[in-house]
């Protein structure tokens, strides 16, 4: 009696198992990277979040002597002066005379406070984070400043990194006389 | 008497030559005998050689005979060696004393050899017996030991006693090894022989102890009587081994002496056999190279040879002289009669020849006579040649006068036909052109009112683009506008990028309480990134209608060049048009003039053609007057050409035979080929008249 009741156990066990519908899988969360999309320089670039203080329009700049050739000037902004660096001339090494560059973003870092100008704005952007590609050559102008960056239909943008950019030599000493700065040492 | 003594001489040399070649052959003859002669001593030590290999190769064979210890080969052996020595002793040629004693050399060891193979035949005899008896006793004595040592164990004998009997057998089958090796005379044949009378003496005192006991060495004697019976046996057929013991040993020297000699004749026998060999070439060249070595080869077979040729050559050398000096003669009188055969009379036959001389002076006389009688014949003859010769030159002229009269009427009849003809075809070009420019003239007429409605028509296209012109730049003006109005609709949605970006990084900044501006920064980037797009789109297609404008307003513009080029072309159509009409008339009076100068020149044509009648007239007597003279001169040169055909094949100086004159032929054939060609003309004459006629009755 007790073994039939078993085998009728067993044979309902495998209906259930030949009937059951499996348990629909979630597919798992990817983490997205936000950021901001705009150009320096007519190159395409991304921006982290949290890494912009704020985009502004360009103020009315005042030059200031002694200052290399990439200084602006300083600007007022939020009731206060903040150095403005065209980043053109930064990141070409050479004078730029074209358009007006109507924005610039501003960055805050522990002992910088500073602007720089922006050649395009498009908007914040979202990607896969296992989307980002290291390998793919970005321009040579700004590869030092880069860190990877995403595809985006036909075009590449690079991941502009600021910290890369705050530790750089060259940006963190903006007077002109300077004997161990790079222009002068390439002047002579 | 000079061909007498030719001849006598003659006959004796060759009586000498005959003479010297009998005496070479003689020579030649006794030349043979003496070789024969020498050939036969050469036979006899050659059959002496061949003797002497055979002995060798027999002693060689003999002294490895004496290893069975016969005496029969050790007497063949001595005899052999004294055979080789007599057979030697009879090659006595001073010649050969070089390989006999080459043979000698190699003899001296093998003599030496088989003497001391003789001085040990006694004692290789005796051995090789005791070593048969023995080697025939061995199994017998073996058998009867046995059976001792079969009583014996019967008998429960002492061991020492077994022992010994059963080393018995043993012993003597050592003994049998050991003579053989003695016999074989080795280097341990001493060995042998000692082993042999110590393996001897040890039987001897075992076969004692076994008949008597020898308490010394333990061996007790043997009682029954099958064994004595059978030790008895044993001993008697050792009985003869064992007197021998004392002279087998001491023989060892001798059978080591003979072994070795064996190995010096085995060994001398092959450069024997080679030194004997090398007497055979010897002996063959002997009779040859005497010969040779005293010069008698030269003297008895070359010179006699040489000699014979030499004469044998001097008399067909001379023969063949005779042979060709009378051929040549003939040959001279055959080349003069073939000459004389084809006319040429100027040869001569060579008289110095003694065999043809009488018939070369006949020919010559024959011949002289011959030119003689042509000579008297030929002058009259070449008289009359040059007189027919000037009057065919006199009618050869007419002919060519005839020829070109002939010619130069053809020329005009022809020359005025073609005249009367173009004139015709002048008279219709001058019609057909006068028809033709009537016809350019309506012509000119009708594109002088095409033009003007060209005119008016390109003025109307003008009007219509510039009107249309001035619609396109309004166009133009308008999509500026709309270009102006996109781009700021792009900067405003630049500026509202910018709102979007600072509100969602403010939200940020802001927290859990900036959430809800951090959704509403994410819509405004979505409506943005579409109207970006939209904005993009219609930028770029308003771009495209401001080049499609451009290209239209740049279009119409060359349309409105394109009509003003029209109207200077109608412009320039026109003047060109009435300078056409003032070249039609022009044309017209000029074909006036030219039907006018046609007619003239038709009727001078005609003139022409009267003239040429009046011409053919006298061409025609003229054309008789040449026939009659060509029939004579004609029949005067066929005779003349007969009589120089004849004349010439004669030749009677040094200058070539004489010749017709060979224009002859070919002058006969230009009379008859200008009559021939006055008959040609005259027909096309009729025949250019008859169409002047034509022309003229059209005229």
């Known amino acids: 009696m007790s073994s039939l009741a078993i085998q009728s156990l067993d044979s309902l066990e495998q209906r259930f198992r030949a009937d059951a519908v499996e348990a629909p899988v979630k597919p798992p969360e990817s983490m997205q990277w936000v950021g901001t999309c705009l150009s320096i320089a007519g190159v395409p670039l991304l921006i982290g979040e949290g890494e912009l203080e704020v985009i502004i329009e360009t103020p009315n700049v005042m030059a200031i002597p002694g200052t290399k050739p990439w200084v602006l000037g300083v600007g007022s902004h939020m009731g206060g002066l903040i150095p403005i660096i065209s980043g053109d001339v930064f990141f070409r090494k050479r004078p730029y005379s074209g358009r007006v560059r109507d924005y610039c973003m501003v960055l805050r870092r522990p002992g910088f406070y500073f602007g720089i100008t922006l050649s395009g704005l498009e908007r914040d952007m979202k990607f896969p984070v296992e989307m980002r590609d290291m390998q793919t050559p970005v321009d040579p102008d700004f590869a030092e400043y880069t860190l990877g960056g995403f595809a985006d239909q036909t075009r590449f943008l690079a991941v502009l990194d600021i910290d890369k950019l705050i530790t750089d030599d060259d940006l963190s000493n903006a007077a002109a006389n300077d004997p161990d700065s790079r222009e002068e040492t390439s002047n002579d | 008497m000079i061909k007498s003594d030719k001849f006598s001489a003659a006959k004796m040399r060759t009586l000498l030559l005959g003479l010297g070649i009998v005496a070479c052959l003689g020579g030649v003859a006794y030349s043979f005998f003496a070789i024969q002669k020498e050939s036969g001593q050469e036979g006899q030590y050659s059959a002496e050689a061949e003797e002497l290999a055979r002995l060798a190769r027999q002693v060689a064979v003999s002294a490895q005979d004496t290893r069975k210890g016969q005496e029969q080969a050790f007497t063949q052996l001595a005899e052999q060696v004294q055979q080789f020595e007599s057979r030697l002793a009879q090659l006595d040629a001073a010649e050969l004393n070089d390989e006999i004693s080459i043979v000698d050399l190699n003899w001296q060891p093998i003599k030496r050899a088989a003497q001391t193979l003789v001085d040990a035949a006694p004692r290789v005899v005796f051995v090789q017996g005791v070593a048969a008896e023995l080697e025939k006793n061995v199994r017998p004595m073996q058998r009867e030991l046995s059976s001792v040592v079969t009583v014996l164990q019967r008998q429960r004998a002492s061991s020492e006693t077994l022992i010994a009997a059963q080393k018995a057998p043993w012993l003597l089958e050592r003994m049998a090894r050991s003579v053989d090796r003695a016999l074989a005379g080795g280097s341990d044949s001493q060995l042998a022989a000692d082993e042999f009378s110590s393996d001897a003496a040890d039987?001897?005192?075992?076969?004692?102890?076994?008949?008597?006991?020898?308490?010394?060495?333990?061996?007790?004697?043997?009682?029954?009587?099958?064994?004595?019976?059978?030790?008895?046996?044993?001993?008697?057929?050792?009985?003869?081994?064992?007197?021998?013991?004392?002279?087998?040993?001491?023989?060892?020297?001798?059978?080591?002496?003979?072994?070795?000699?064996?190995?010096?004749?085995?060994?001398?026998?092959?450069?024997?056999?080679?030194?004997?060999?090398?007497?055979?070439?010897?002996i063959a060249s002997l009779?040859?190279?005497?010969?040779?070595?005293?010069?008698?080869?030269?003297?008895?077979?070359?010179?006699?040879?040489?000699?014979?040729?030499?004469?044998?050559?001097?008399?067909?050398?001379?023969?063949?002289?005779?042979?060709?000096?009378?051929?040549?003669?003939?040959?001279?009188?055959?080349?003069?009669?073939?000459?004389?055969?084809?006319?040429?009379?100027?040869?001569?036959?060579?008289?110095?020849?003694?065999?043809?001389?009488?018939?070369?002076?006949?020919?010559?006389?024959?011949?002289?006579?011959?030119?003689?009688?042509?000579?008297?014949?030929?002058?009259?003859?070449?008289?009359?040649?040059?007189?027919?010769?000037?009057?065919?030159?006199?009618?050869?002229?007419?002919?060519?006068?005839?020829?070109?009269?002939?010619?130069?009427?053809?020329?005009?009849?022809?020359?005025?036909?073609?005249?009367?003809?173009?004139?015709?075809?002048?008279?219709?070009?001058?019609?057909?052109?006068?028809?033709?420019?009537?016809?350019?003239?309506?012509?000119?007429?009708?594109?002088?009112?095409?033009?003007?409605?060209?005119?008016?028509?390109?003025?109307?296209?003008?009007?219509?683009?510039?009107?249309?012109?001035?619609?396109?730049?309004?166009?133009?003006?308008?999509?500026?506008?709309?270009?102006?109005?996109?781009?700021?609709?792009?900067?405003?949605?630049?500026?509202?990028?910018?709102?979007?970006?600072?509100?969602?990084?403010?939200?940020?900044?802001?927290?859990?309480?900036?959430?809800?501006?951090?959704?509403?920064?994410?819509?405004?980037?979505?409506l943005l990134r579409e109207a970006e797009e939209e904005g993009r789109k219609i930028i770029s297609e308003v771009r495209m209608l401001q080049n499609m404008s451009a290209d239209n307003l740049a279009s119409m513009e060359n349309t409105v060049g394109t009509v003003v080029t029209i109207l200077e072309y109608i412009d320039r159509l026109d003047s060109s048009l009435e300078e056409i009409n003032a070249g039609s008339d022009a044309i017209s009076e000029i074909i006036r003039n030219v039907d006018e100068a046609a007619g003239q020149s038709a009727v001078n044509a005609l003139h022409m053609s009267s003239s040429m009648a009046e011409i053919r007239e006298r061409n025609l007597e003229i054309s008789e007057l040449n026939e009659t003279a060509q029939k004579g001169v004609n029949s005067l040169q066929r005779s003349m050409r007969d009589a120089a055909q004849n004349l010439g094949q004669f030749r009677i100086d040094g200058d070539s035979a004489y010749q017709s004159p060979a224009a002859t032929e070919e002058d006969v054939g230009d009379l008859e080929s200008i009559r021939a060609a006055t008959q040609v003309y005259r027909e096309e004459e009729m025949t250019a008249l008859e169409s002047a006629e034509k022309t003229r009755a059209s005229l």
């Not at chain 2, 020849?353 to 006389?365: C, E, P, R, Y």
């Not at chain 2, 070449?382 to 065919?392: K, Q």
């Not at chain 2, 057909?432 to 296209?461: F, I, P, W």
Request: charged share 25%.
């Open chain 2, 203 to 282: 039987f001897f005192r075992i076969i004692e102890g076994l008949t008597r006991g020898d308490e010394l060495i333990g061996i007790s004697k043997v009682t029954s009587t099958s064994g004595i019976e059978a030790l008895s046996n044993a001993f008697r057929l050792f009985s003869g081994v064992s007197t021998s013991v004392d002279r087998i040993a001491s023989a060892s020297n001798d059978l080591r002496q003979a072994a070795l000699a064996r190995e010096t004749i085995a060994q001398n026998s092959v450069p024997l056999n080679d030194a004997i060999a090398s007497l055979q070439p010897a």
């Open chain 2, 287 to 526: 009779a040859v190279g005497r010969l040779y070595d005293a010069g008698n080869l030269l003297v008895l077979f070359i010179a006699p040879g040489l000699l014979a040729l030499g004469l044998l050559i001097a008399m067909m050398v001379g023969q063949r002289r005779r042979d060709l000096y009378t051929a040549r003669g003939v040959a001279d009188v055959n080349g003069v009669l073939e000459q004389i055969s084809k006319g040429d009379l100027t040869v001569t036959a060579a008289e110095d020849n003694s065999v043809t001389s009488d018939i070369a002076q006949g020919l010559n006389k024959a011949t002289q006579r011959q030119c003689q009688l042509i000579r008297e014949i030929r002058t009259p003859f070449e008289a009359a040649v040059d007189e027919i010769d000037s009057i065919g030159a006199s009618a050869q002229a007419q002919v060519e006068k005839g020829r070109e009269l002939t010619r130069s009427v053809v020329e005009s009849t022809e020359t005025a036909t073609e005249m009367v003809r173009t004139s015709e075809e002048i008279k219709q070009s001058t019609a057909e052109a006068s028809d033709t420019s009537d016809r350019n003239c309506k012509t000119v007429a009708q594109g002088y009112e095409l033009t003007k409605d060209m005119s008016k028509a390109s003025a109307d296209v003008r009007e219509s683009v510039q009107e249309t012109s001035k619609t396109a730049k309004r166009q133009g003006e308008l999509i500026q506008s709309v270009t102006a109005a996109a781009e700021y609709i792009q900067a405003l949605n630049t500026k509202i990028s910018v709102v979007a970006i600072n509100t969602r990084i403010e939200a940020e900044k802001a927290g859990e309480y900036g959430r809800p501006f951090l959704g509403i920064a994410e819509s405004i980037a979505d």
